[in-house]
């Protein structure tokens, strides 16, 4: 299993290079599930078809109950999934660091977060003789 995860690892490491050089772009799309209880929650999805295989990568929500507080809180990981042609799950990858880096970098291109830092701060917009 060791072998799997620096696969997994590459796979990410991977995923984020196309992502940021613009060789794969994601789509946000409706979760092609839905947890099973009220502990678990999706939150933003995205999809892209990459060498033949639909691959999804989500944000998992769920509730964690701290036993020294007797409260509950609410956690978050990102998973990594391939997908079969009817958009059910075959694999889900083990979780690595990179999940979170590359998850972040798709919401940040999505949001078009710098299109709208340059419309704020009028980057973009000067003249260059300014």
């Known amino acids: 299993m060791e072998l799997l995860q620096e696969q997994v690892e590459k796979l990410v490491a991977k995923l ?22 009220l502990d678990e929650r999706i939150g933003a999805w ?3 078809e990459y060498y ?11 509730t964690v109950f701290d036993p020294e507080r007797e409260t509950t809180h609410w956690d978050s990981r990102i998973v ?3 997908l079969n042609s009817m958009g059910f ?10 999940l979170f880096e590359l998850f972040r970098y798709i919401q940040y291109v999505d949001s078009d977060v710098e299109g709208f830092l340059n419309s704020v701060l009028g980057e ?4 260059k003789d300014e």
Not at 89 to 98: E, I, K
């Open 46 to 48: 995205y999809e892209i």
């Open 16 to 37: 984020i290079t196309d992502t940021k050089s613009g060789k794969i772009v994601w789509s946000r799309r409706e979760p092609r599930w839905s947890p099973l209880g």
């Open 124 to 127: 973009g917009n000067k003249k």
């Open 80 to 82: 990594l999934v391939i």
């Open 89 to 98: 799950l075959d694999y889900q990858f083990s979780p690595t660091s990179g």
């Open 52 to 62: 033949g295989r639909n691959i999804a990568v989500y944000e998992l929500d769920y």
